[in-house]
C-alpha cells in the first residue's frame, strides 16, 4: 500500500472542523434544552471520523446521534438508486436534525435520506459535508455547512476508504495513478456499491 498524496492536510481539517462546530453553536445552540436536543445523523461508514471530531466540539449544545447506512448502484440503468441497509432508530417528527456526510458527489445519496428526512415530519433538516465534489453534481442538495470543495479527483482518508481501505489516514489524500493495486482477496463482491 503506498501513501496517498496530501490534498488537506490533519491542521487544516481541524481548524475548518472547529469553525464549522463554532457556526452550529451559534445556529443551533442559544436556549437548546435537553428535551430538544440536536438529531446528529450520520451515514455509515465515511462520517464517522468527520461526526465525531465534530461533536466533540460542540461543548454547550445538548446533541444525540445517529446512523444510517446505504449503498447505491453504480453504472448500469439503475444508477443513482440508493438503498437504505440500516434505517435510524430515532423518531424524527418535530425534531432538528443535522445530516453529516464525509462527501456530496453525485448527490443521489443525500437527496434520499434529506427526502426521507423531511417526509418523517423532522422540523428543520440542514446538511453539513466536509467534502463538495461540485462538478460532479447530478442532483441538487443544498449545503449548510461545507469543509472543502474539491476537484473531481478520488479521495481518501478521514473515513473515506477505497476498497475498505485508508479510512483512518488522519489527513484527505489522493490516490494517484501508479499507487499499487491493491490484490483481489478473492471474495464475491456483490452487485452494488458497497458501504458508502
Ligand atoms: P453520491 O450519492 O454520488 O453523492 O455518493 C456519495 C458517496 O460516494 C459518498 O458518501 C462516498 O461514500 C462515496 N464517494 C464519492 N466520492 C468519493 C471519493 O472521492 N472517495 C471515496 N468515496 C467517495
Ligand atoms: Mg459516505
Redesign the pocket.
Known amino acids: 500500500m503506498k501513501k496517498p498524496k496530501v490534498l488537506i492536510p490533519q491542521r487544516d481539517l481541524e481548524r475548518r472542523v472547529a469553525e464549522i462546530a463554532a457556526d452550529l453553536e451559534r445556529d443551533y445552540g442559544p436556549g437548546r434544552t435537553a428535551d430538544d436536543p440536536l438529531l446528529a445523523v450520520g ?1 455509515l461508514q ?2 464517522v471520523f468527520f461526526l465525531v471530531d465534530l461533536l466533540k466540539q460542540l461543548r454547550d449544545l445538548p446533541v444525540r446521534m445517529d446512523f444510517f447506512q446505504t449503498s ?1 448502484y453504480r453504472g448500469g440503468t439503475s444508477a443513482g438508486e ?1 438503498r437504505i441497509r440500516k434505517d435510524i432508530d430515532s423518531w424524527i417528527r418535530g425534531r432538528d436534525v443535522l445530516l453529516i ?10 437527496r434520499t435520506i434529506l427526502d426521507l428526512l423531511r417526509f418523517r415530519g423532522a422540523r428543520s433538516v440542514k446538511l453539513c459535508a466536509l467534502l463538495d ?1 461540485r462538478s ?1 453534481r447530478e442532483v441538487d442538495v443544498p449545503i449548510d455547512y461545507l469543509g472543502f470543495p474539491i476537484d473531481d ?4 482518508g478521514y473515513g ?3 476498497e475498505g481501505l485508508y479510512r483512518n489516514l488522519p489527513y484527505i489524500g489522493v490516490l494517484e495513478d501508479d499507487t499499487e493495486v491493491l490484490e483481489d482477496d478473492g471474495e464475491d463482491r456483490p452487485e452494488e456499491g458497497g458501504a ?1
Not at 479527483?153 to 481518501?156: L, T
Open positions: 451515514v465515511g462520517s447505491s440508493v456526510e464525509d462527501i456530496v458527489d453525485t448527490g443521489y445519496t443525500l465534489k460532479r479527483v478520488f479521495v481518501v473515506l476508504d477505497h458508502a
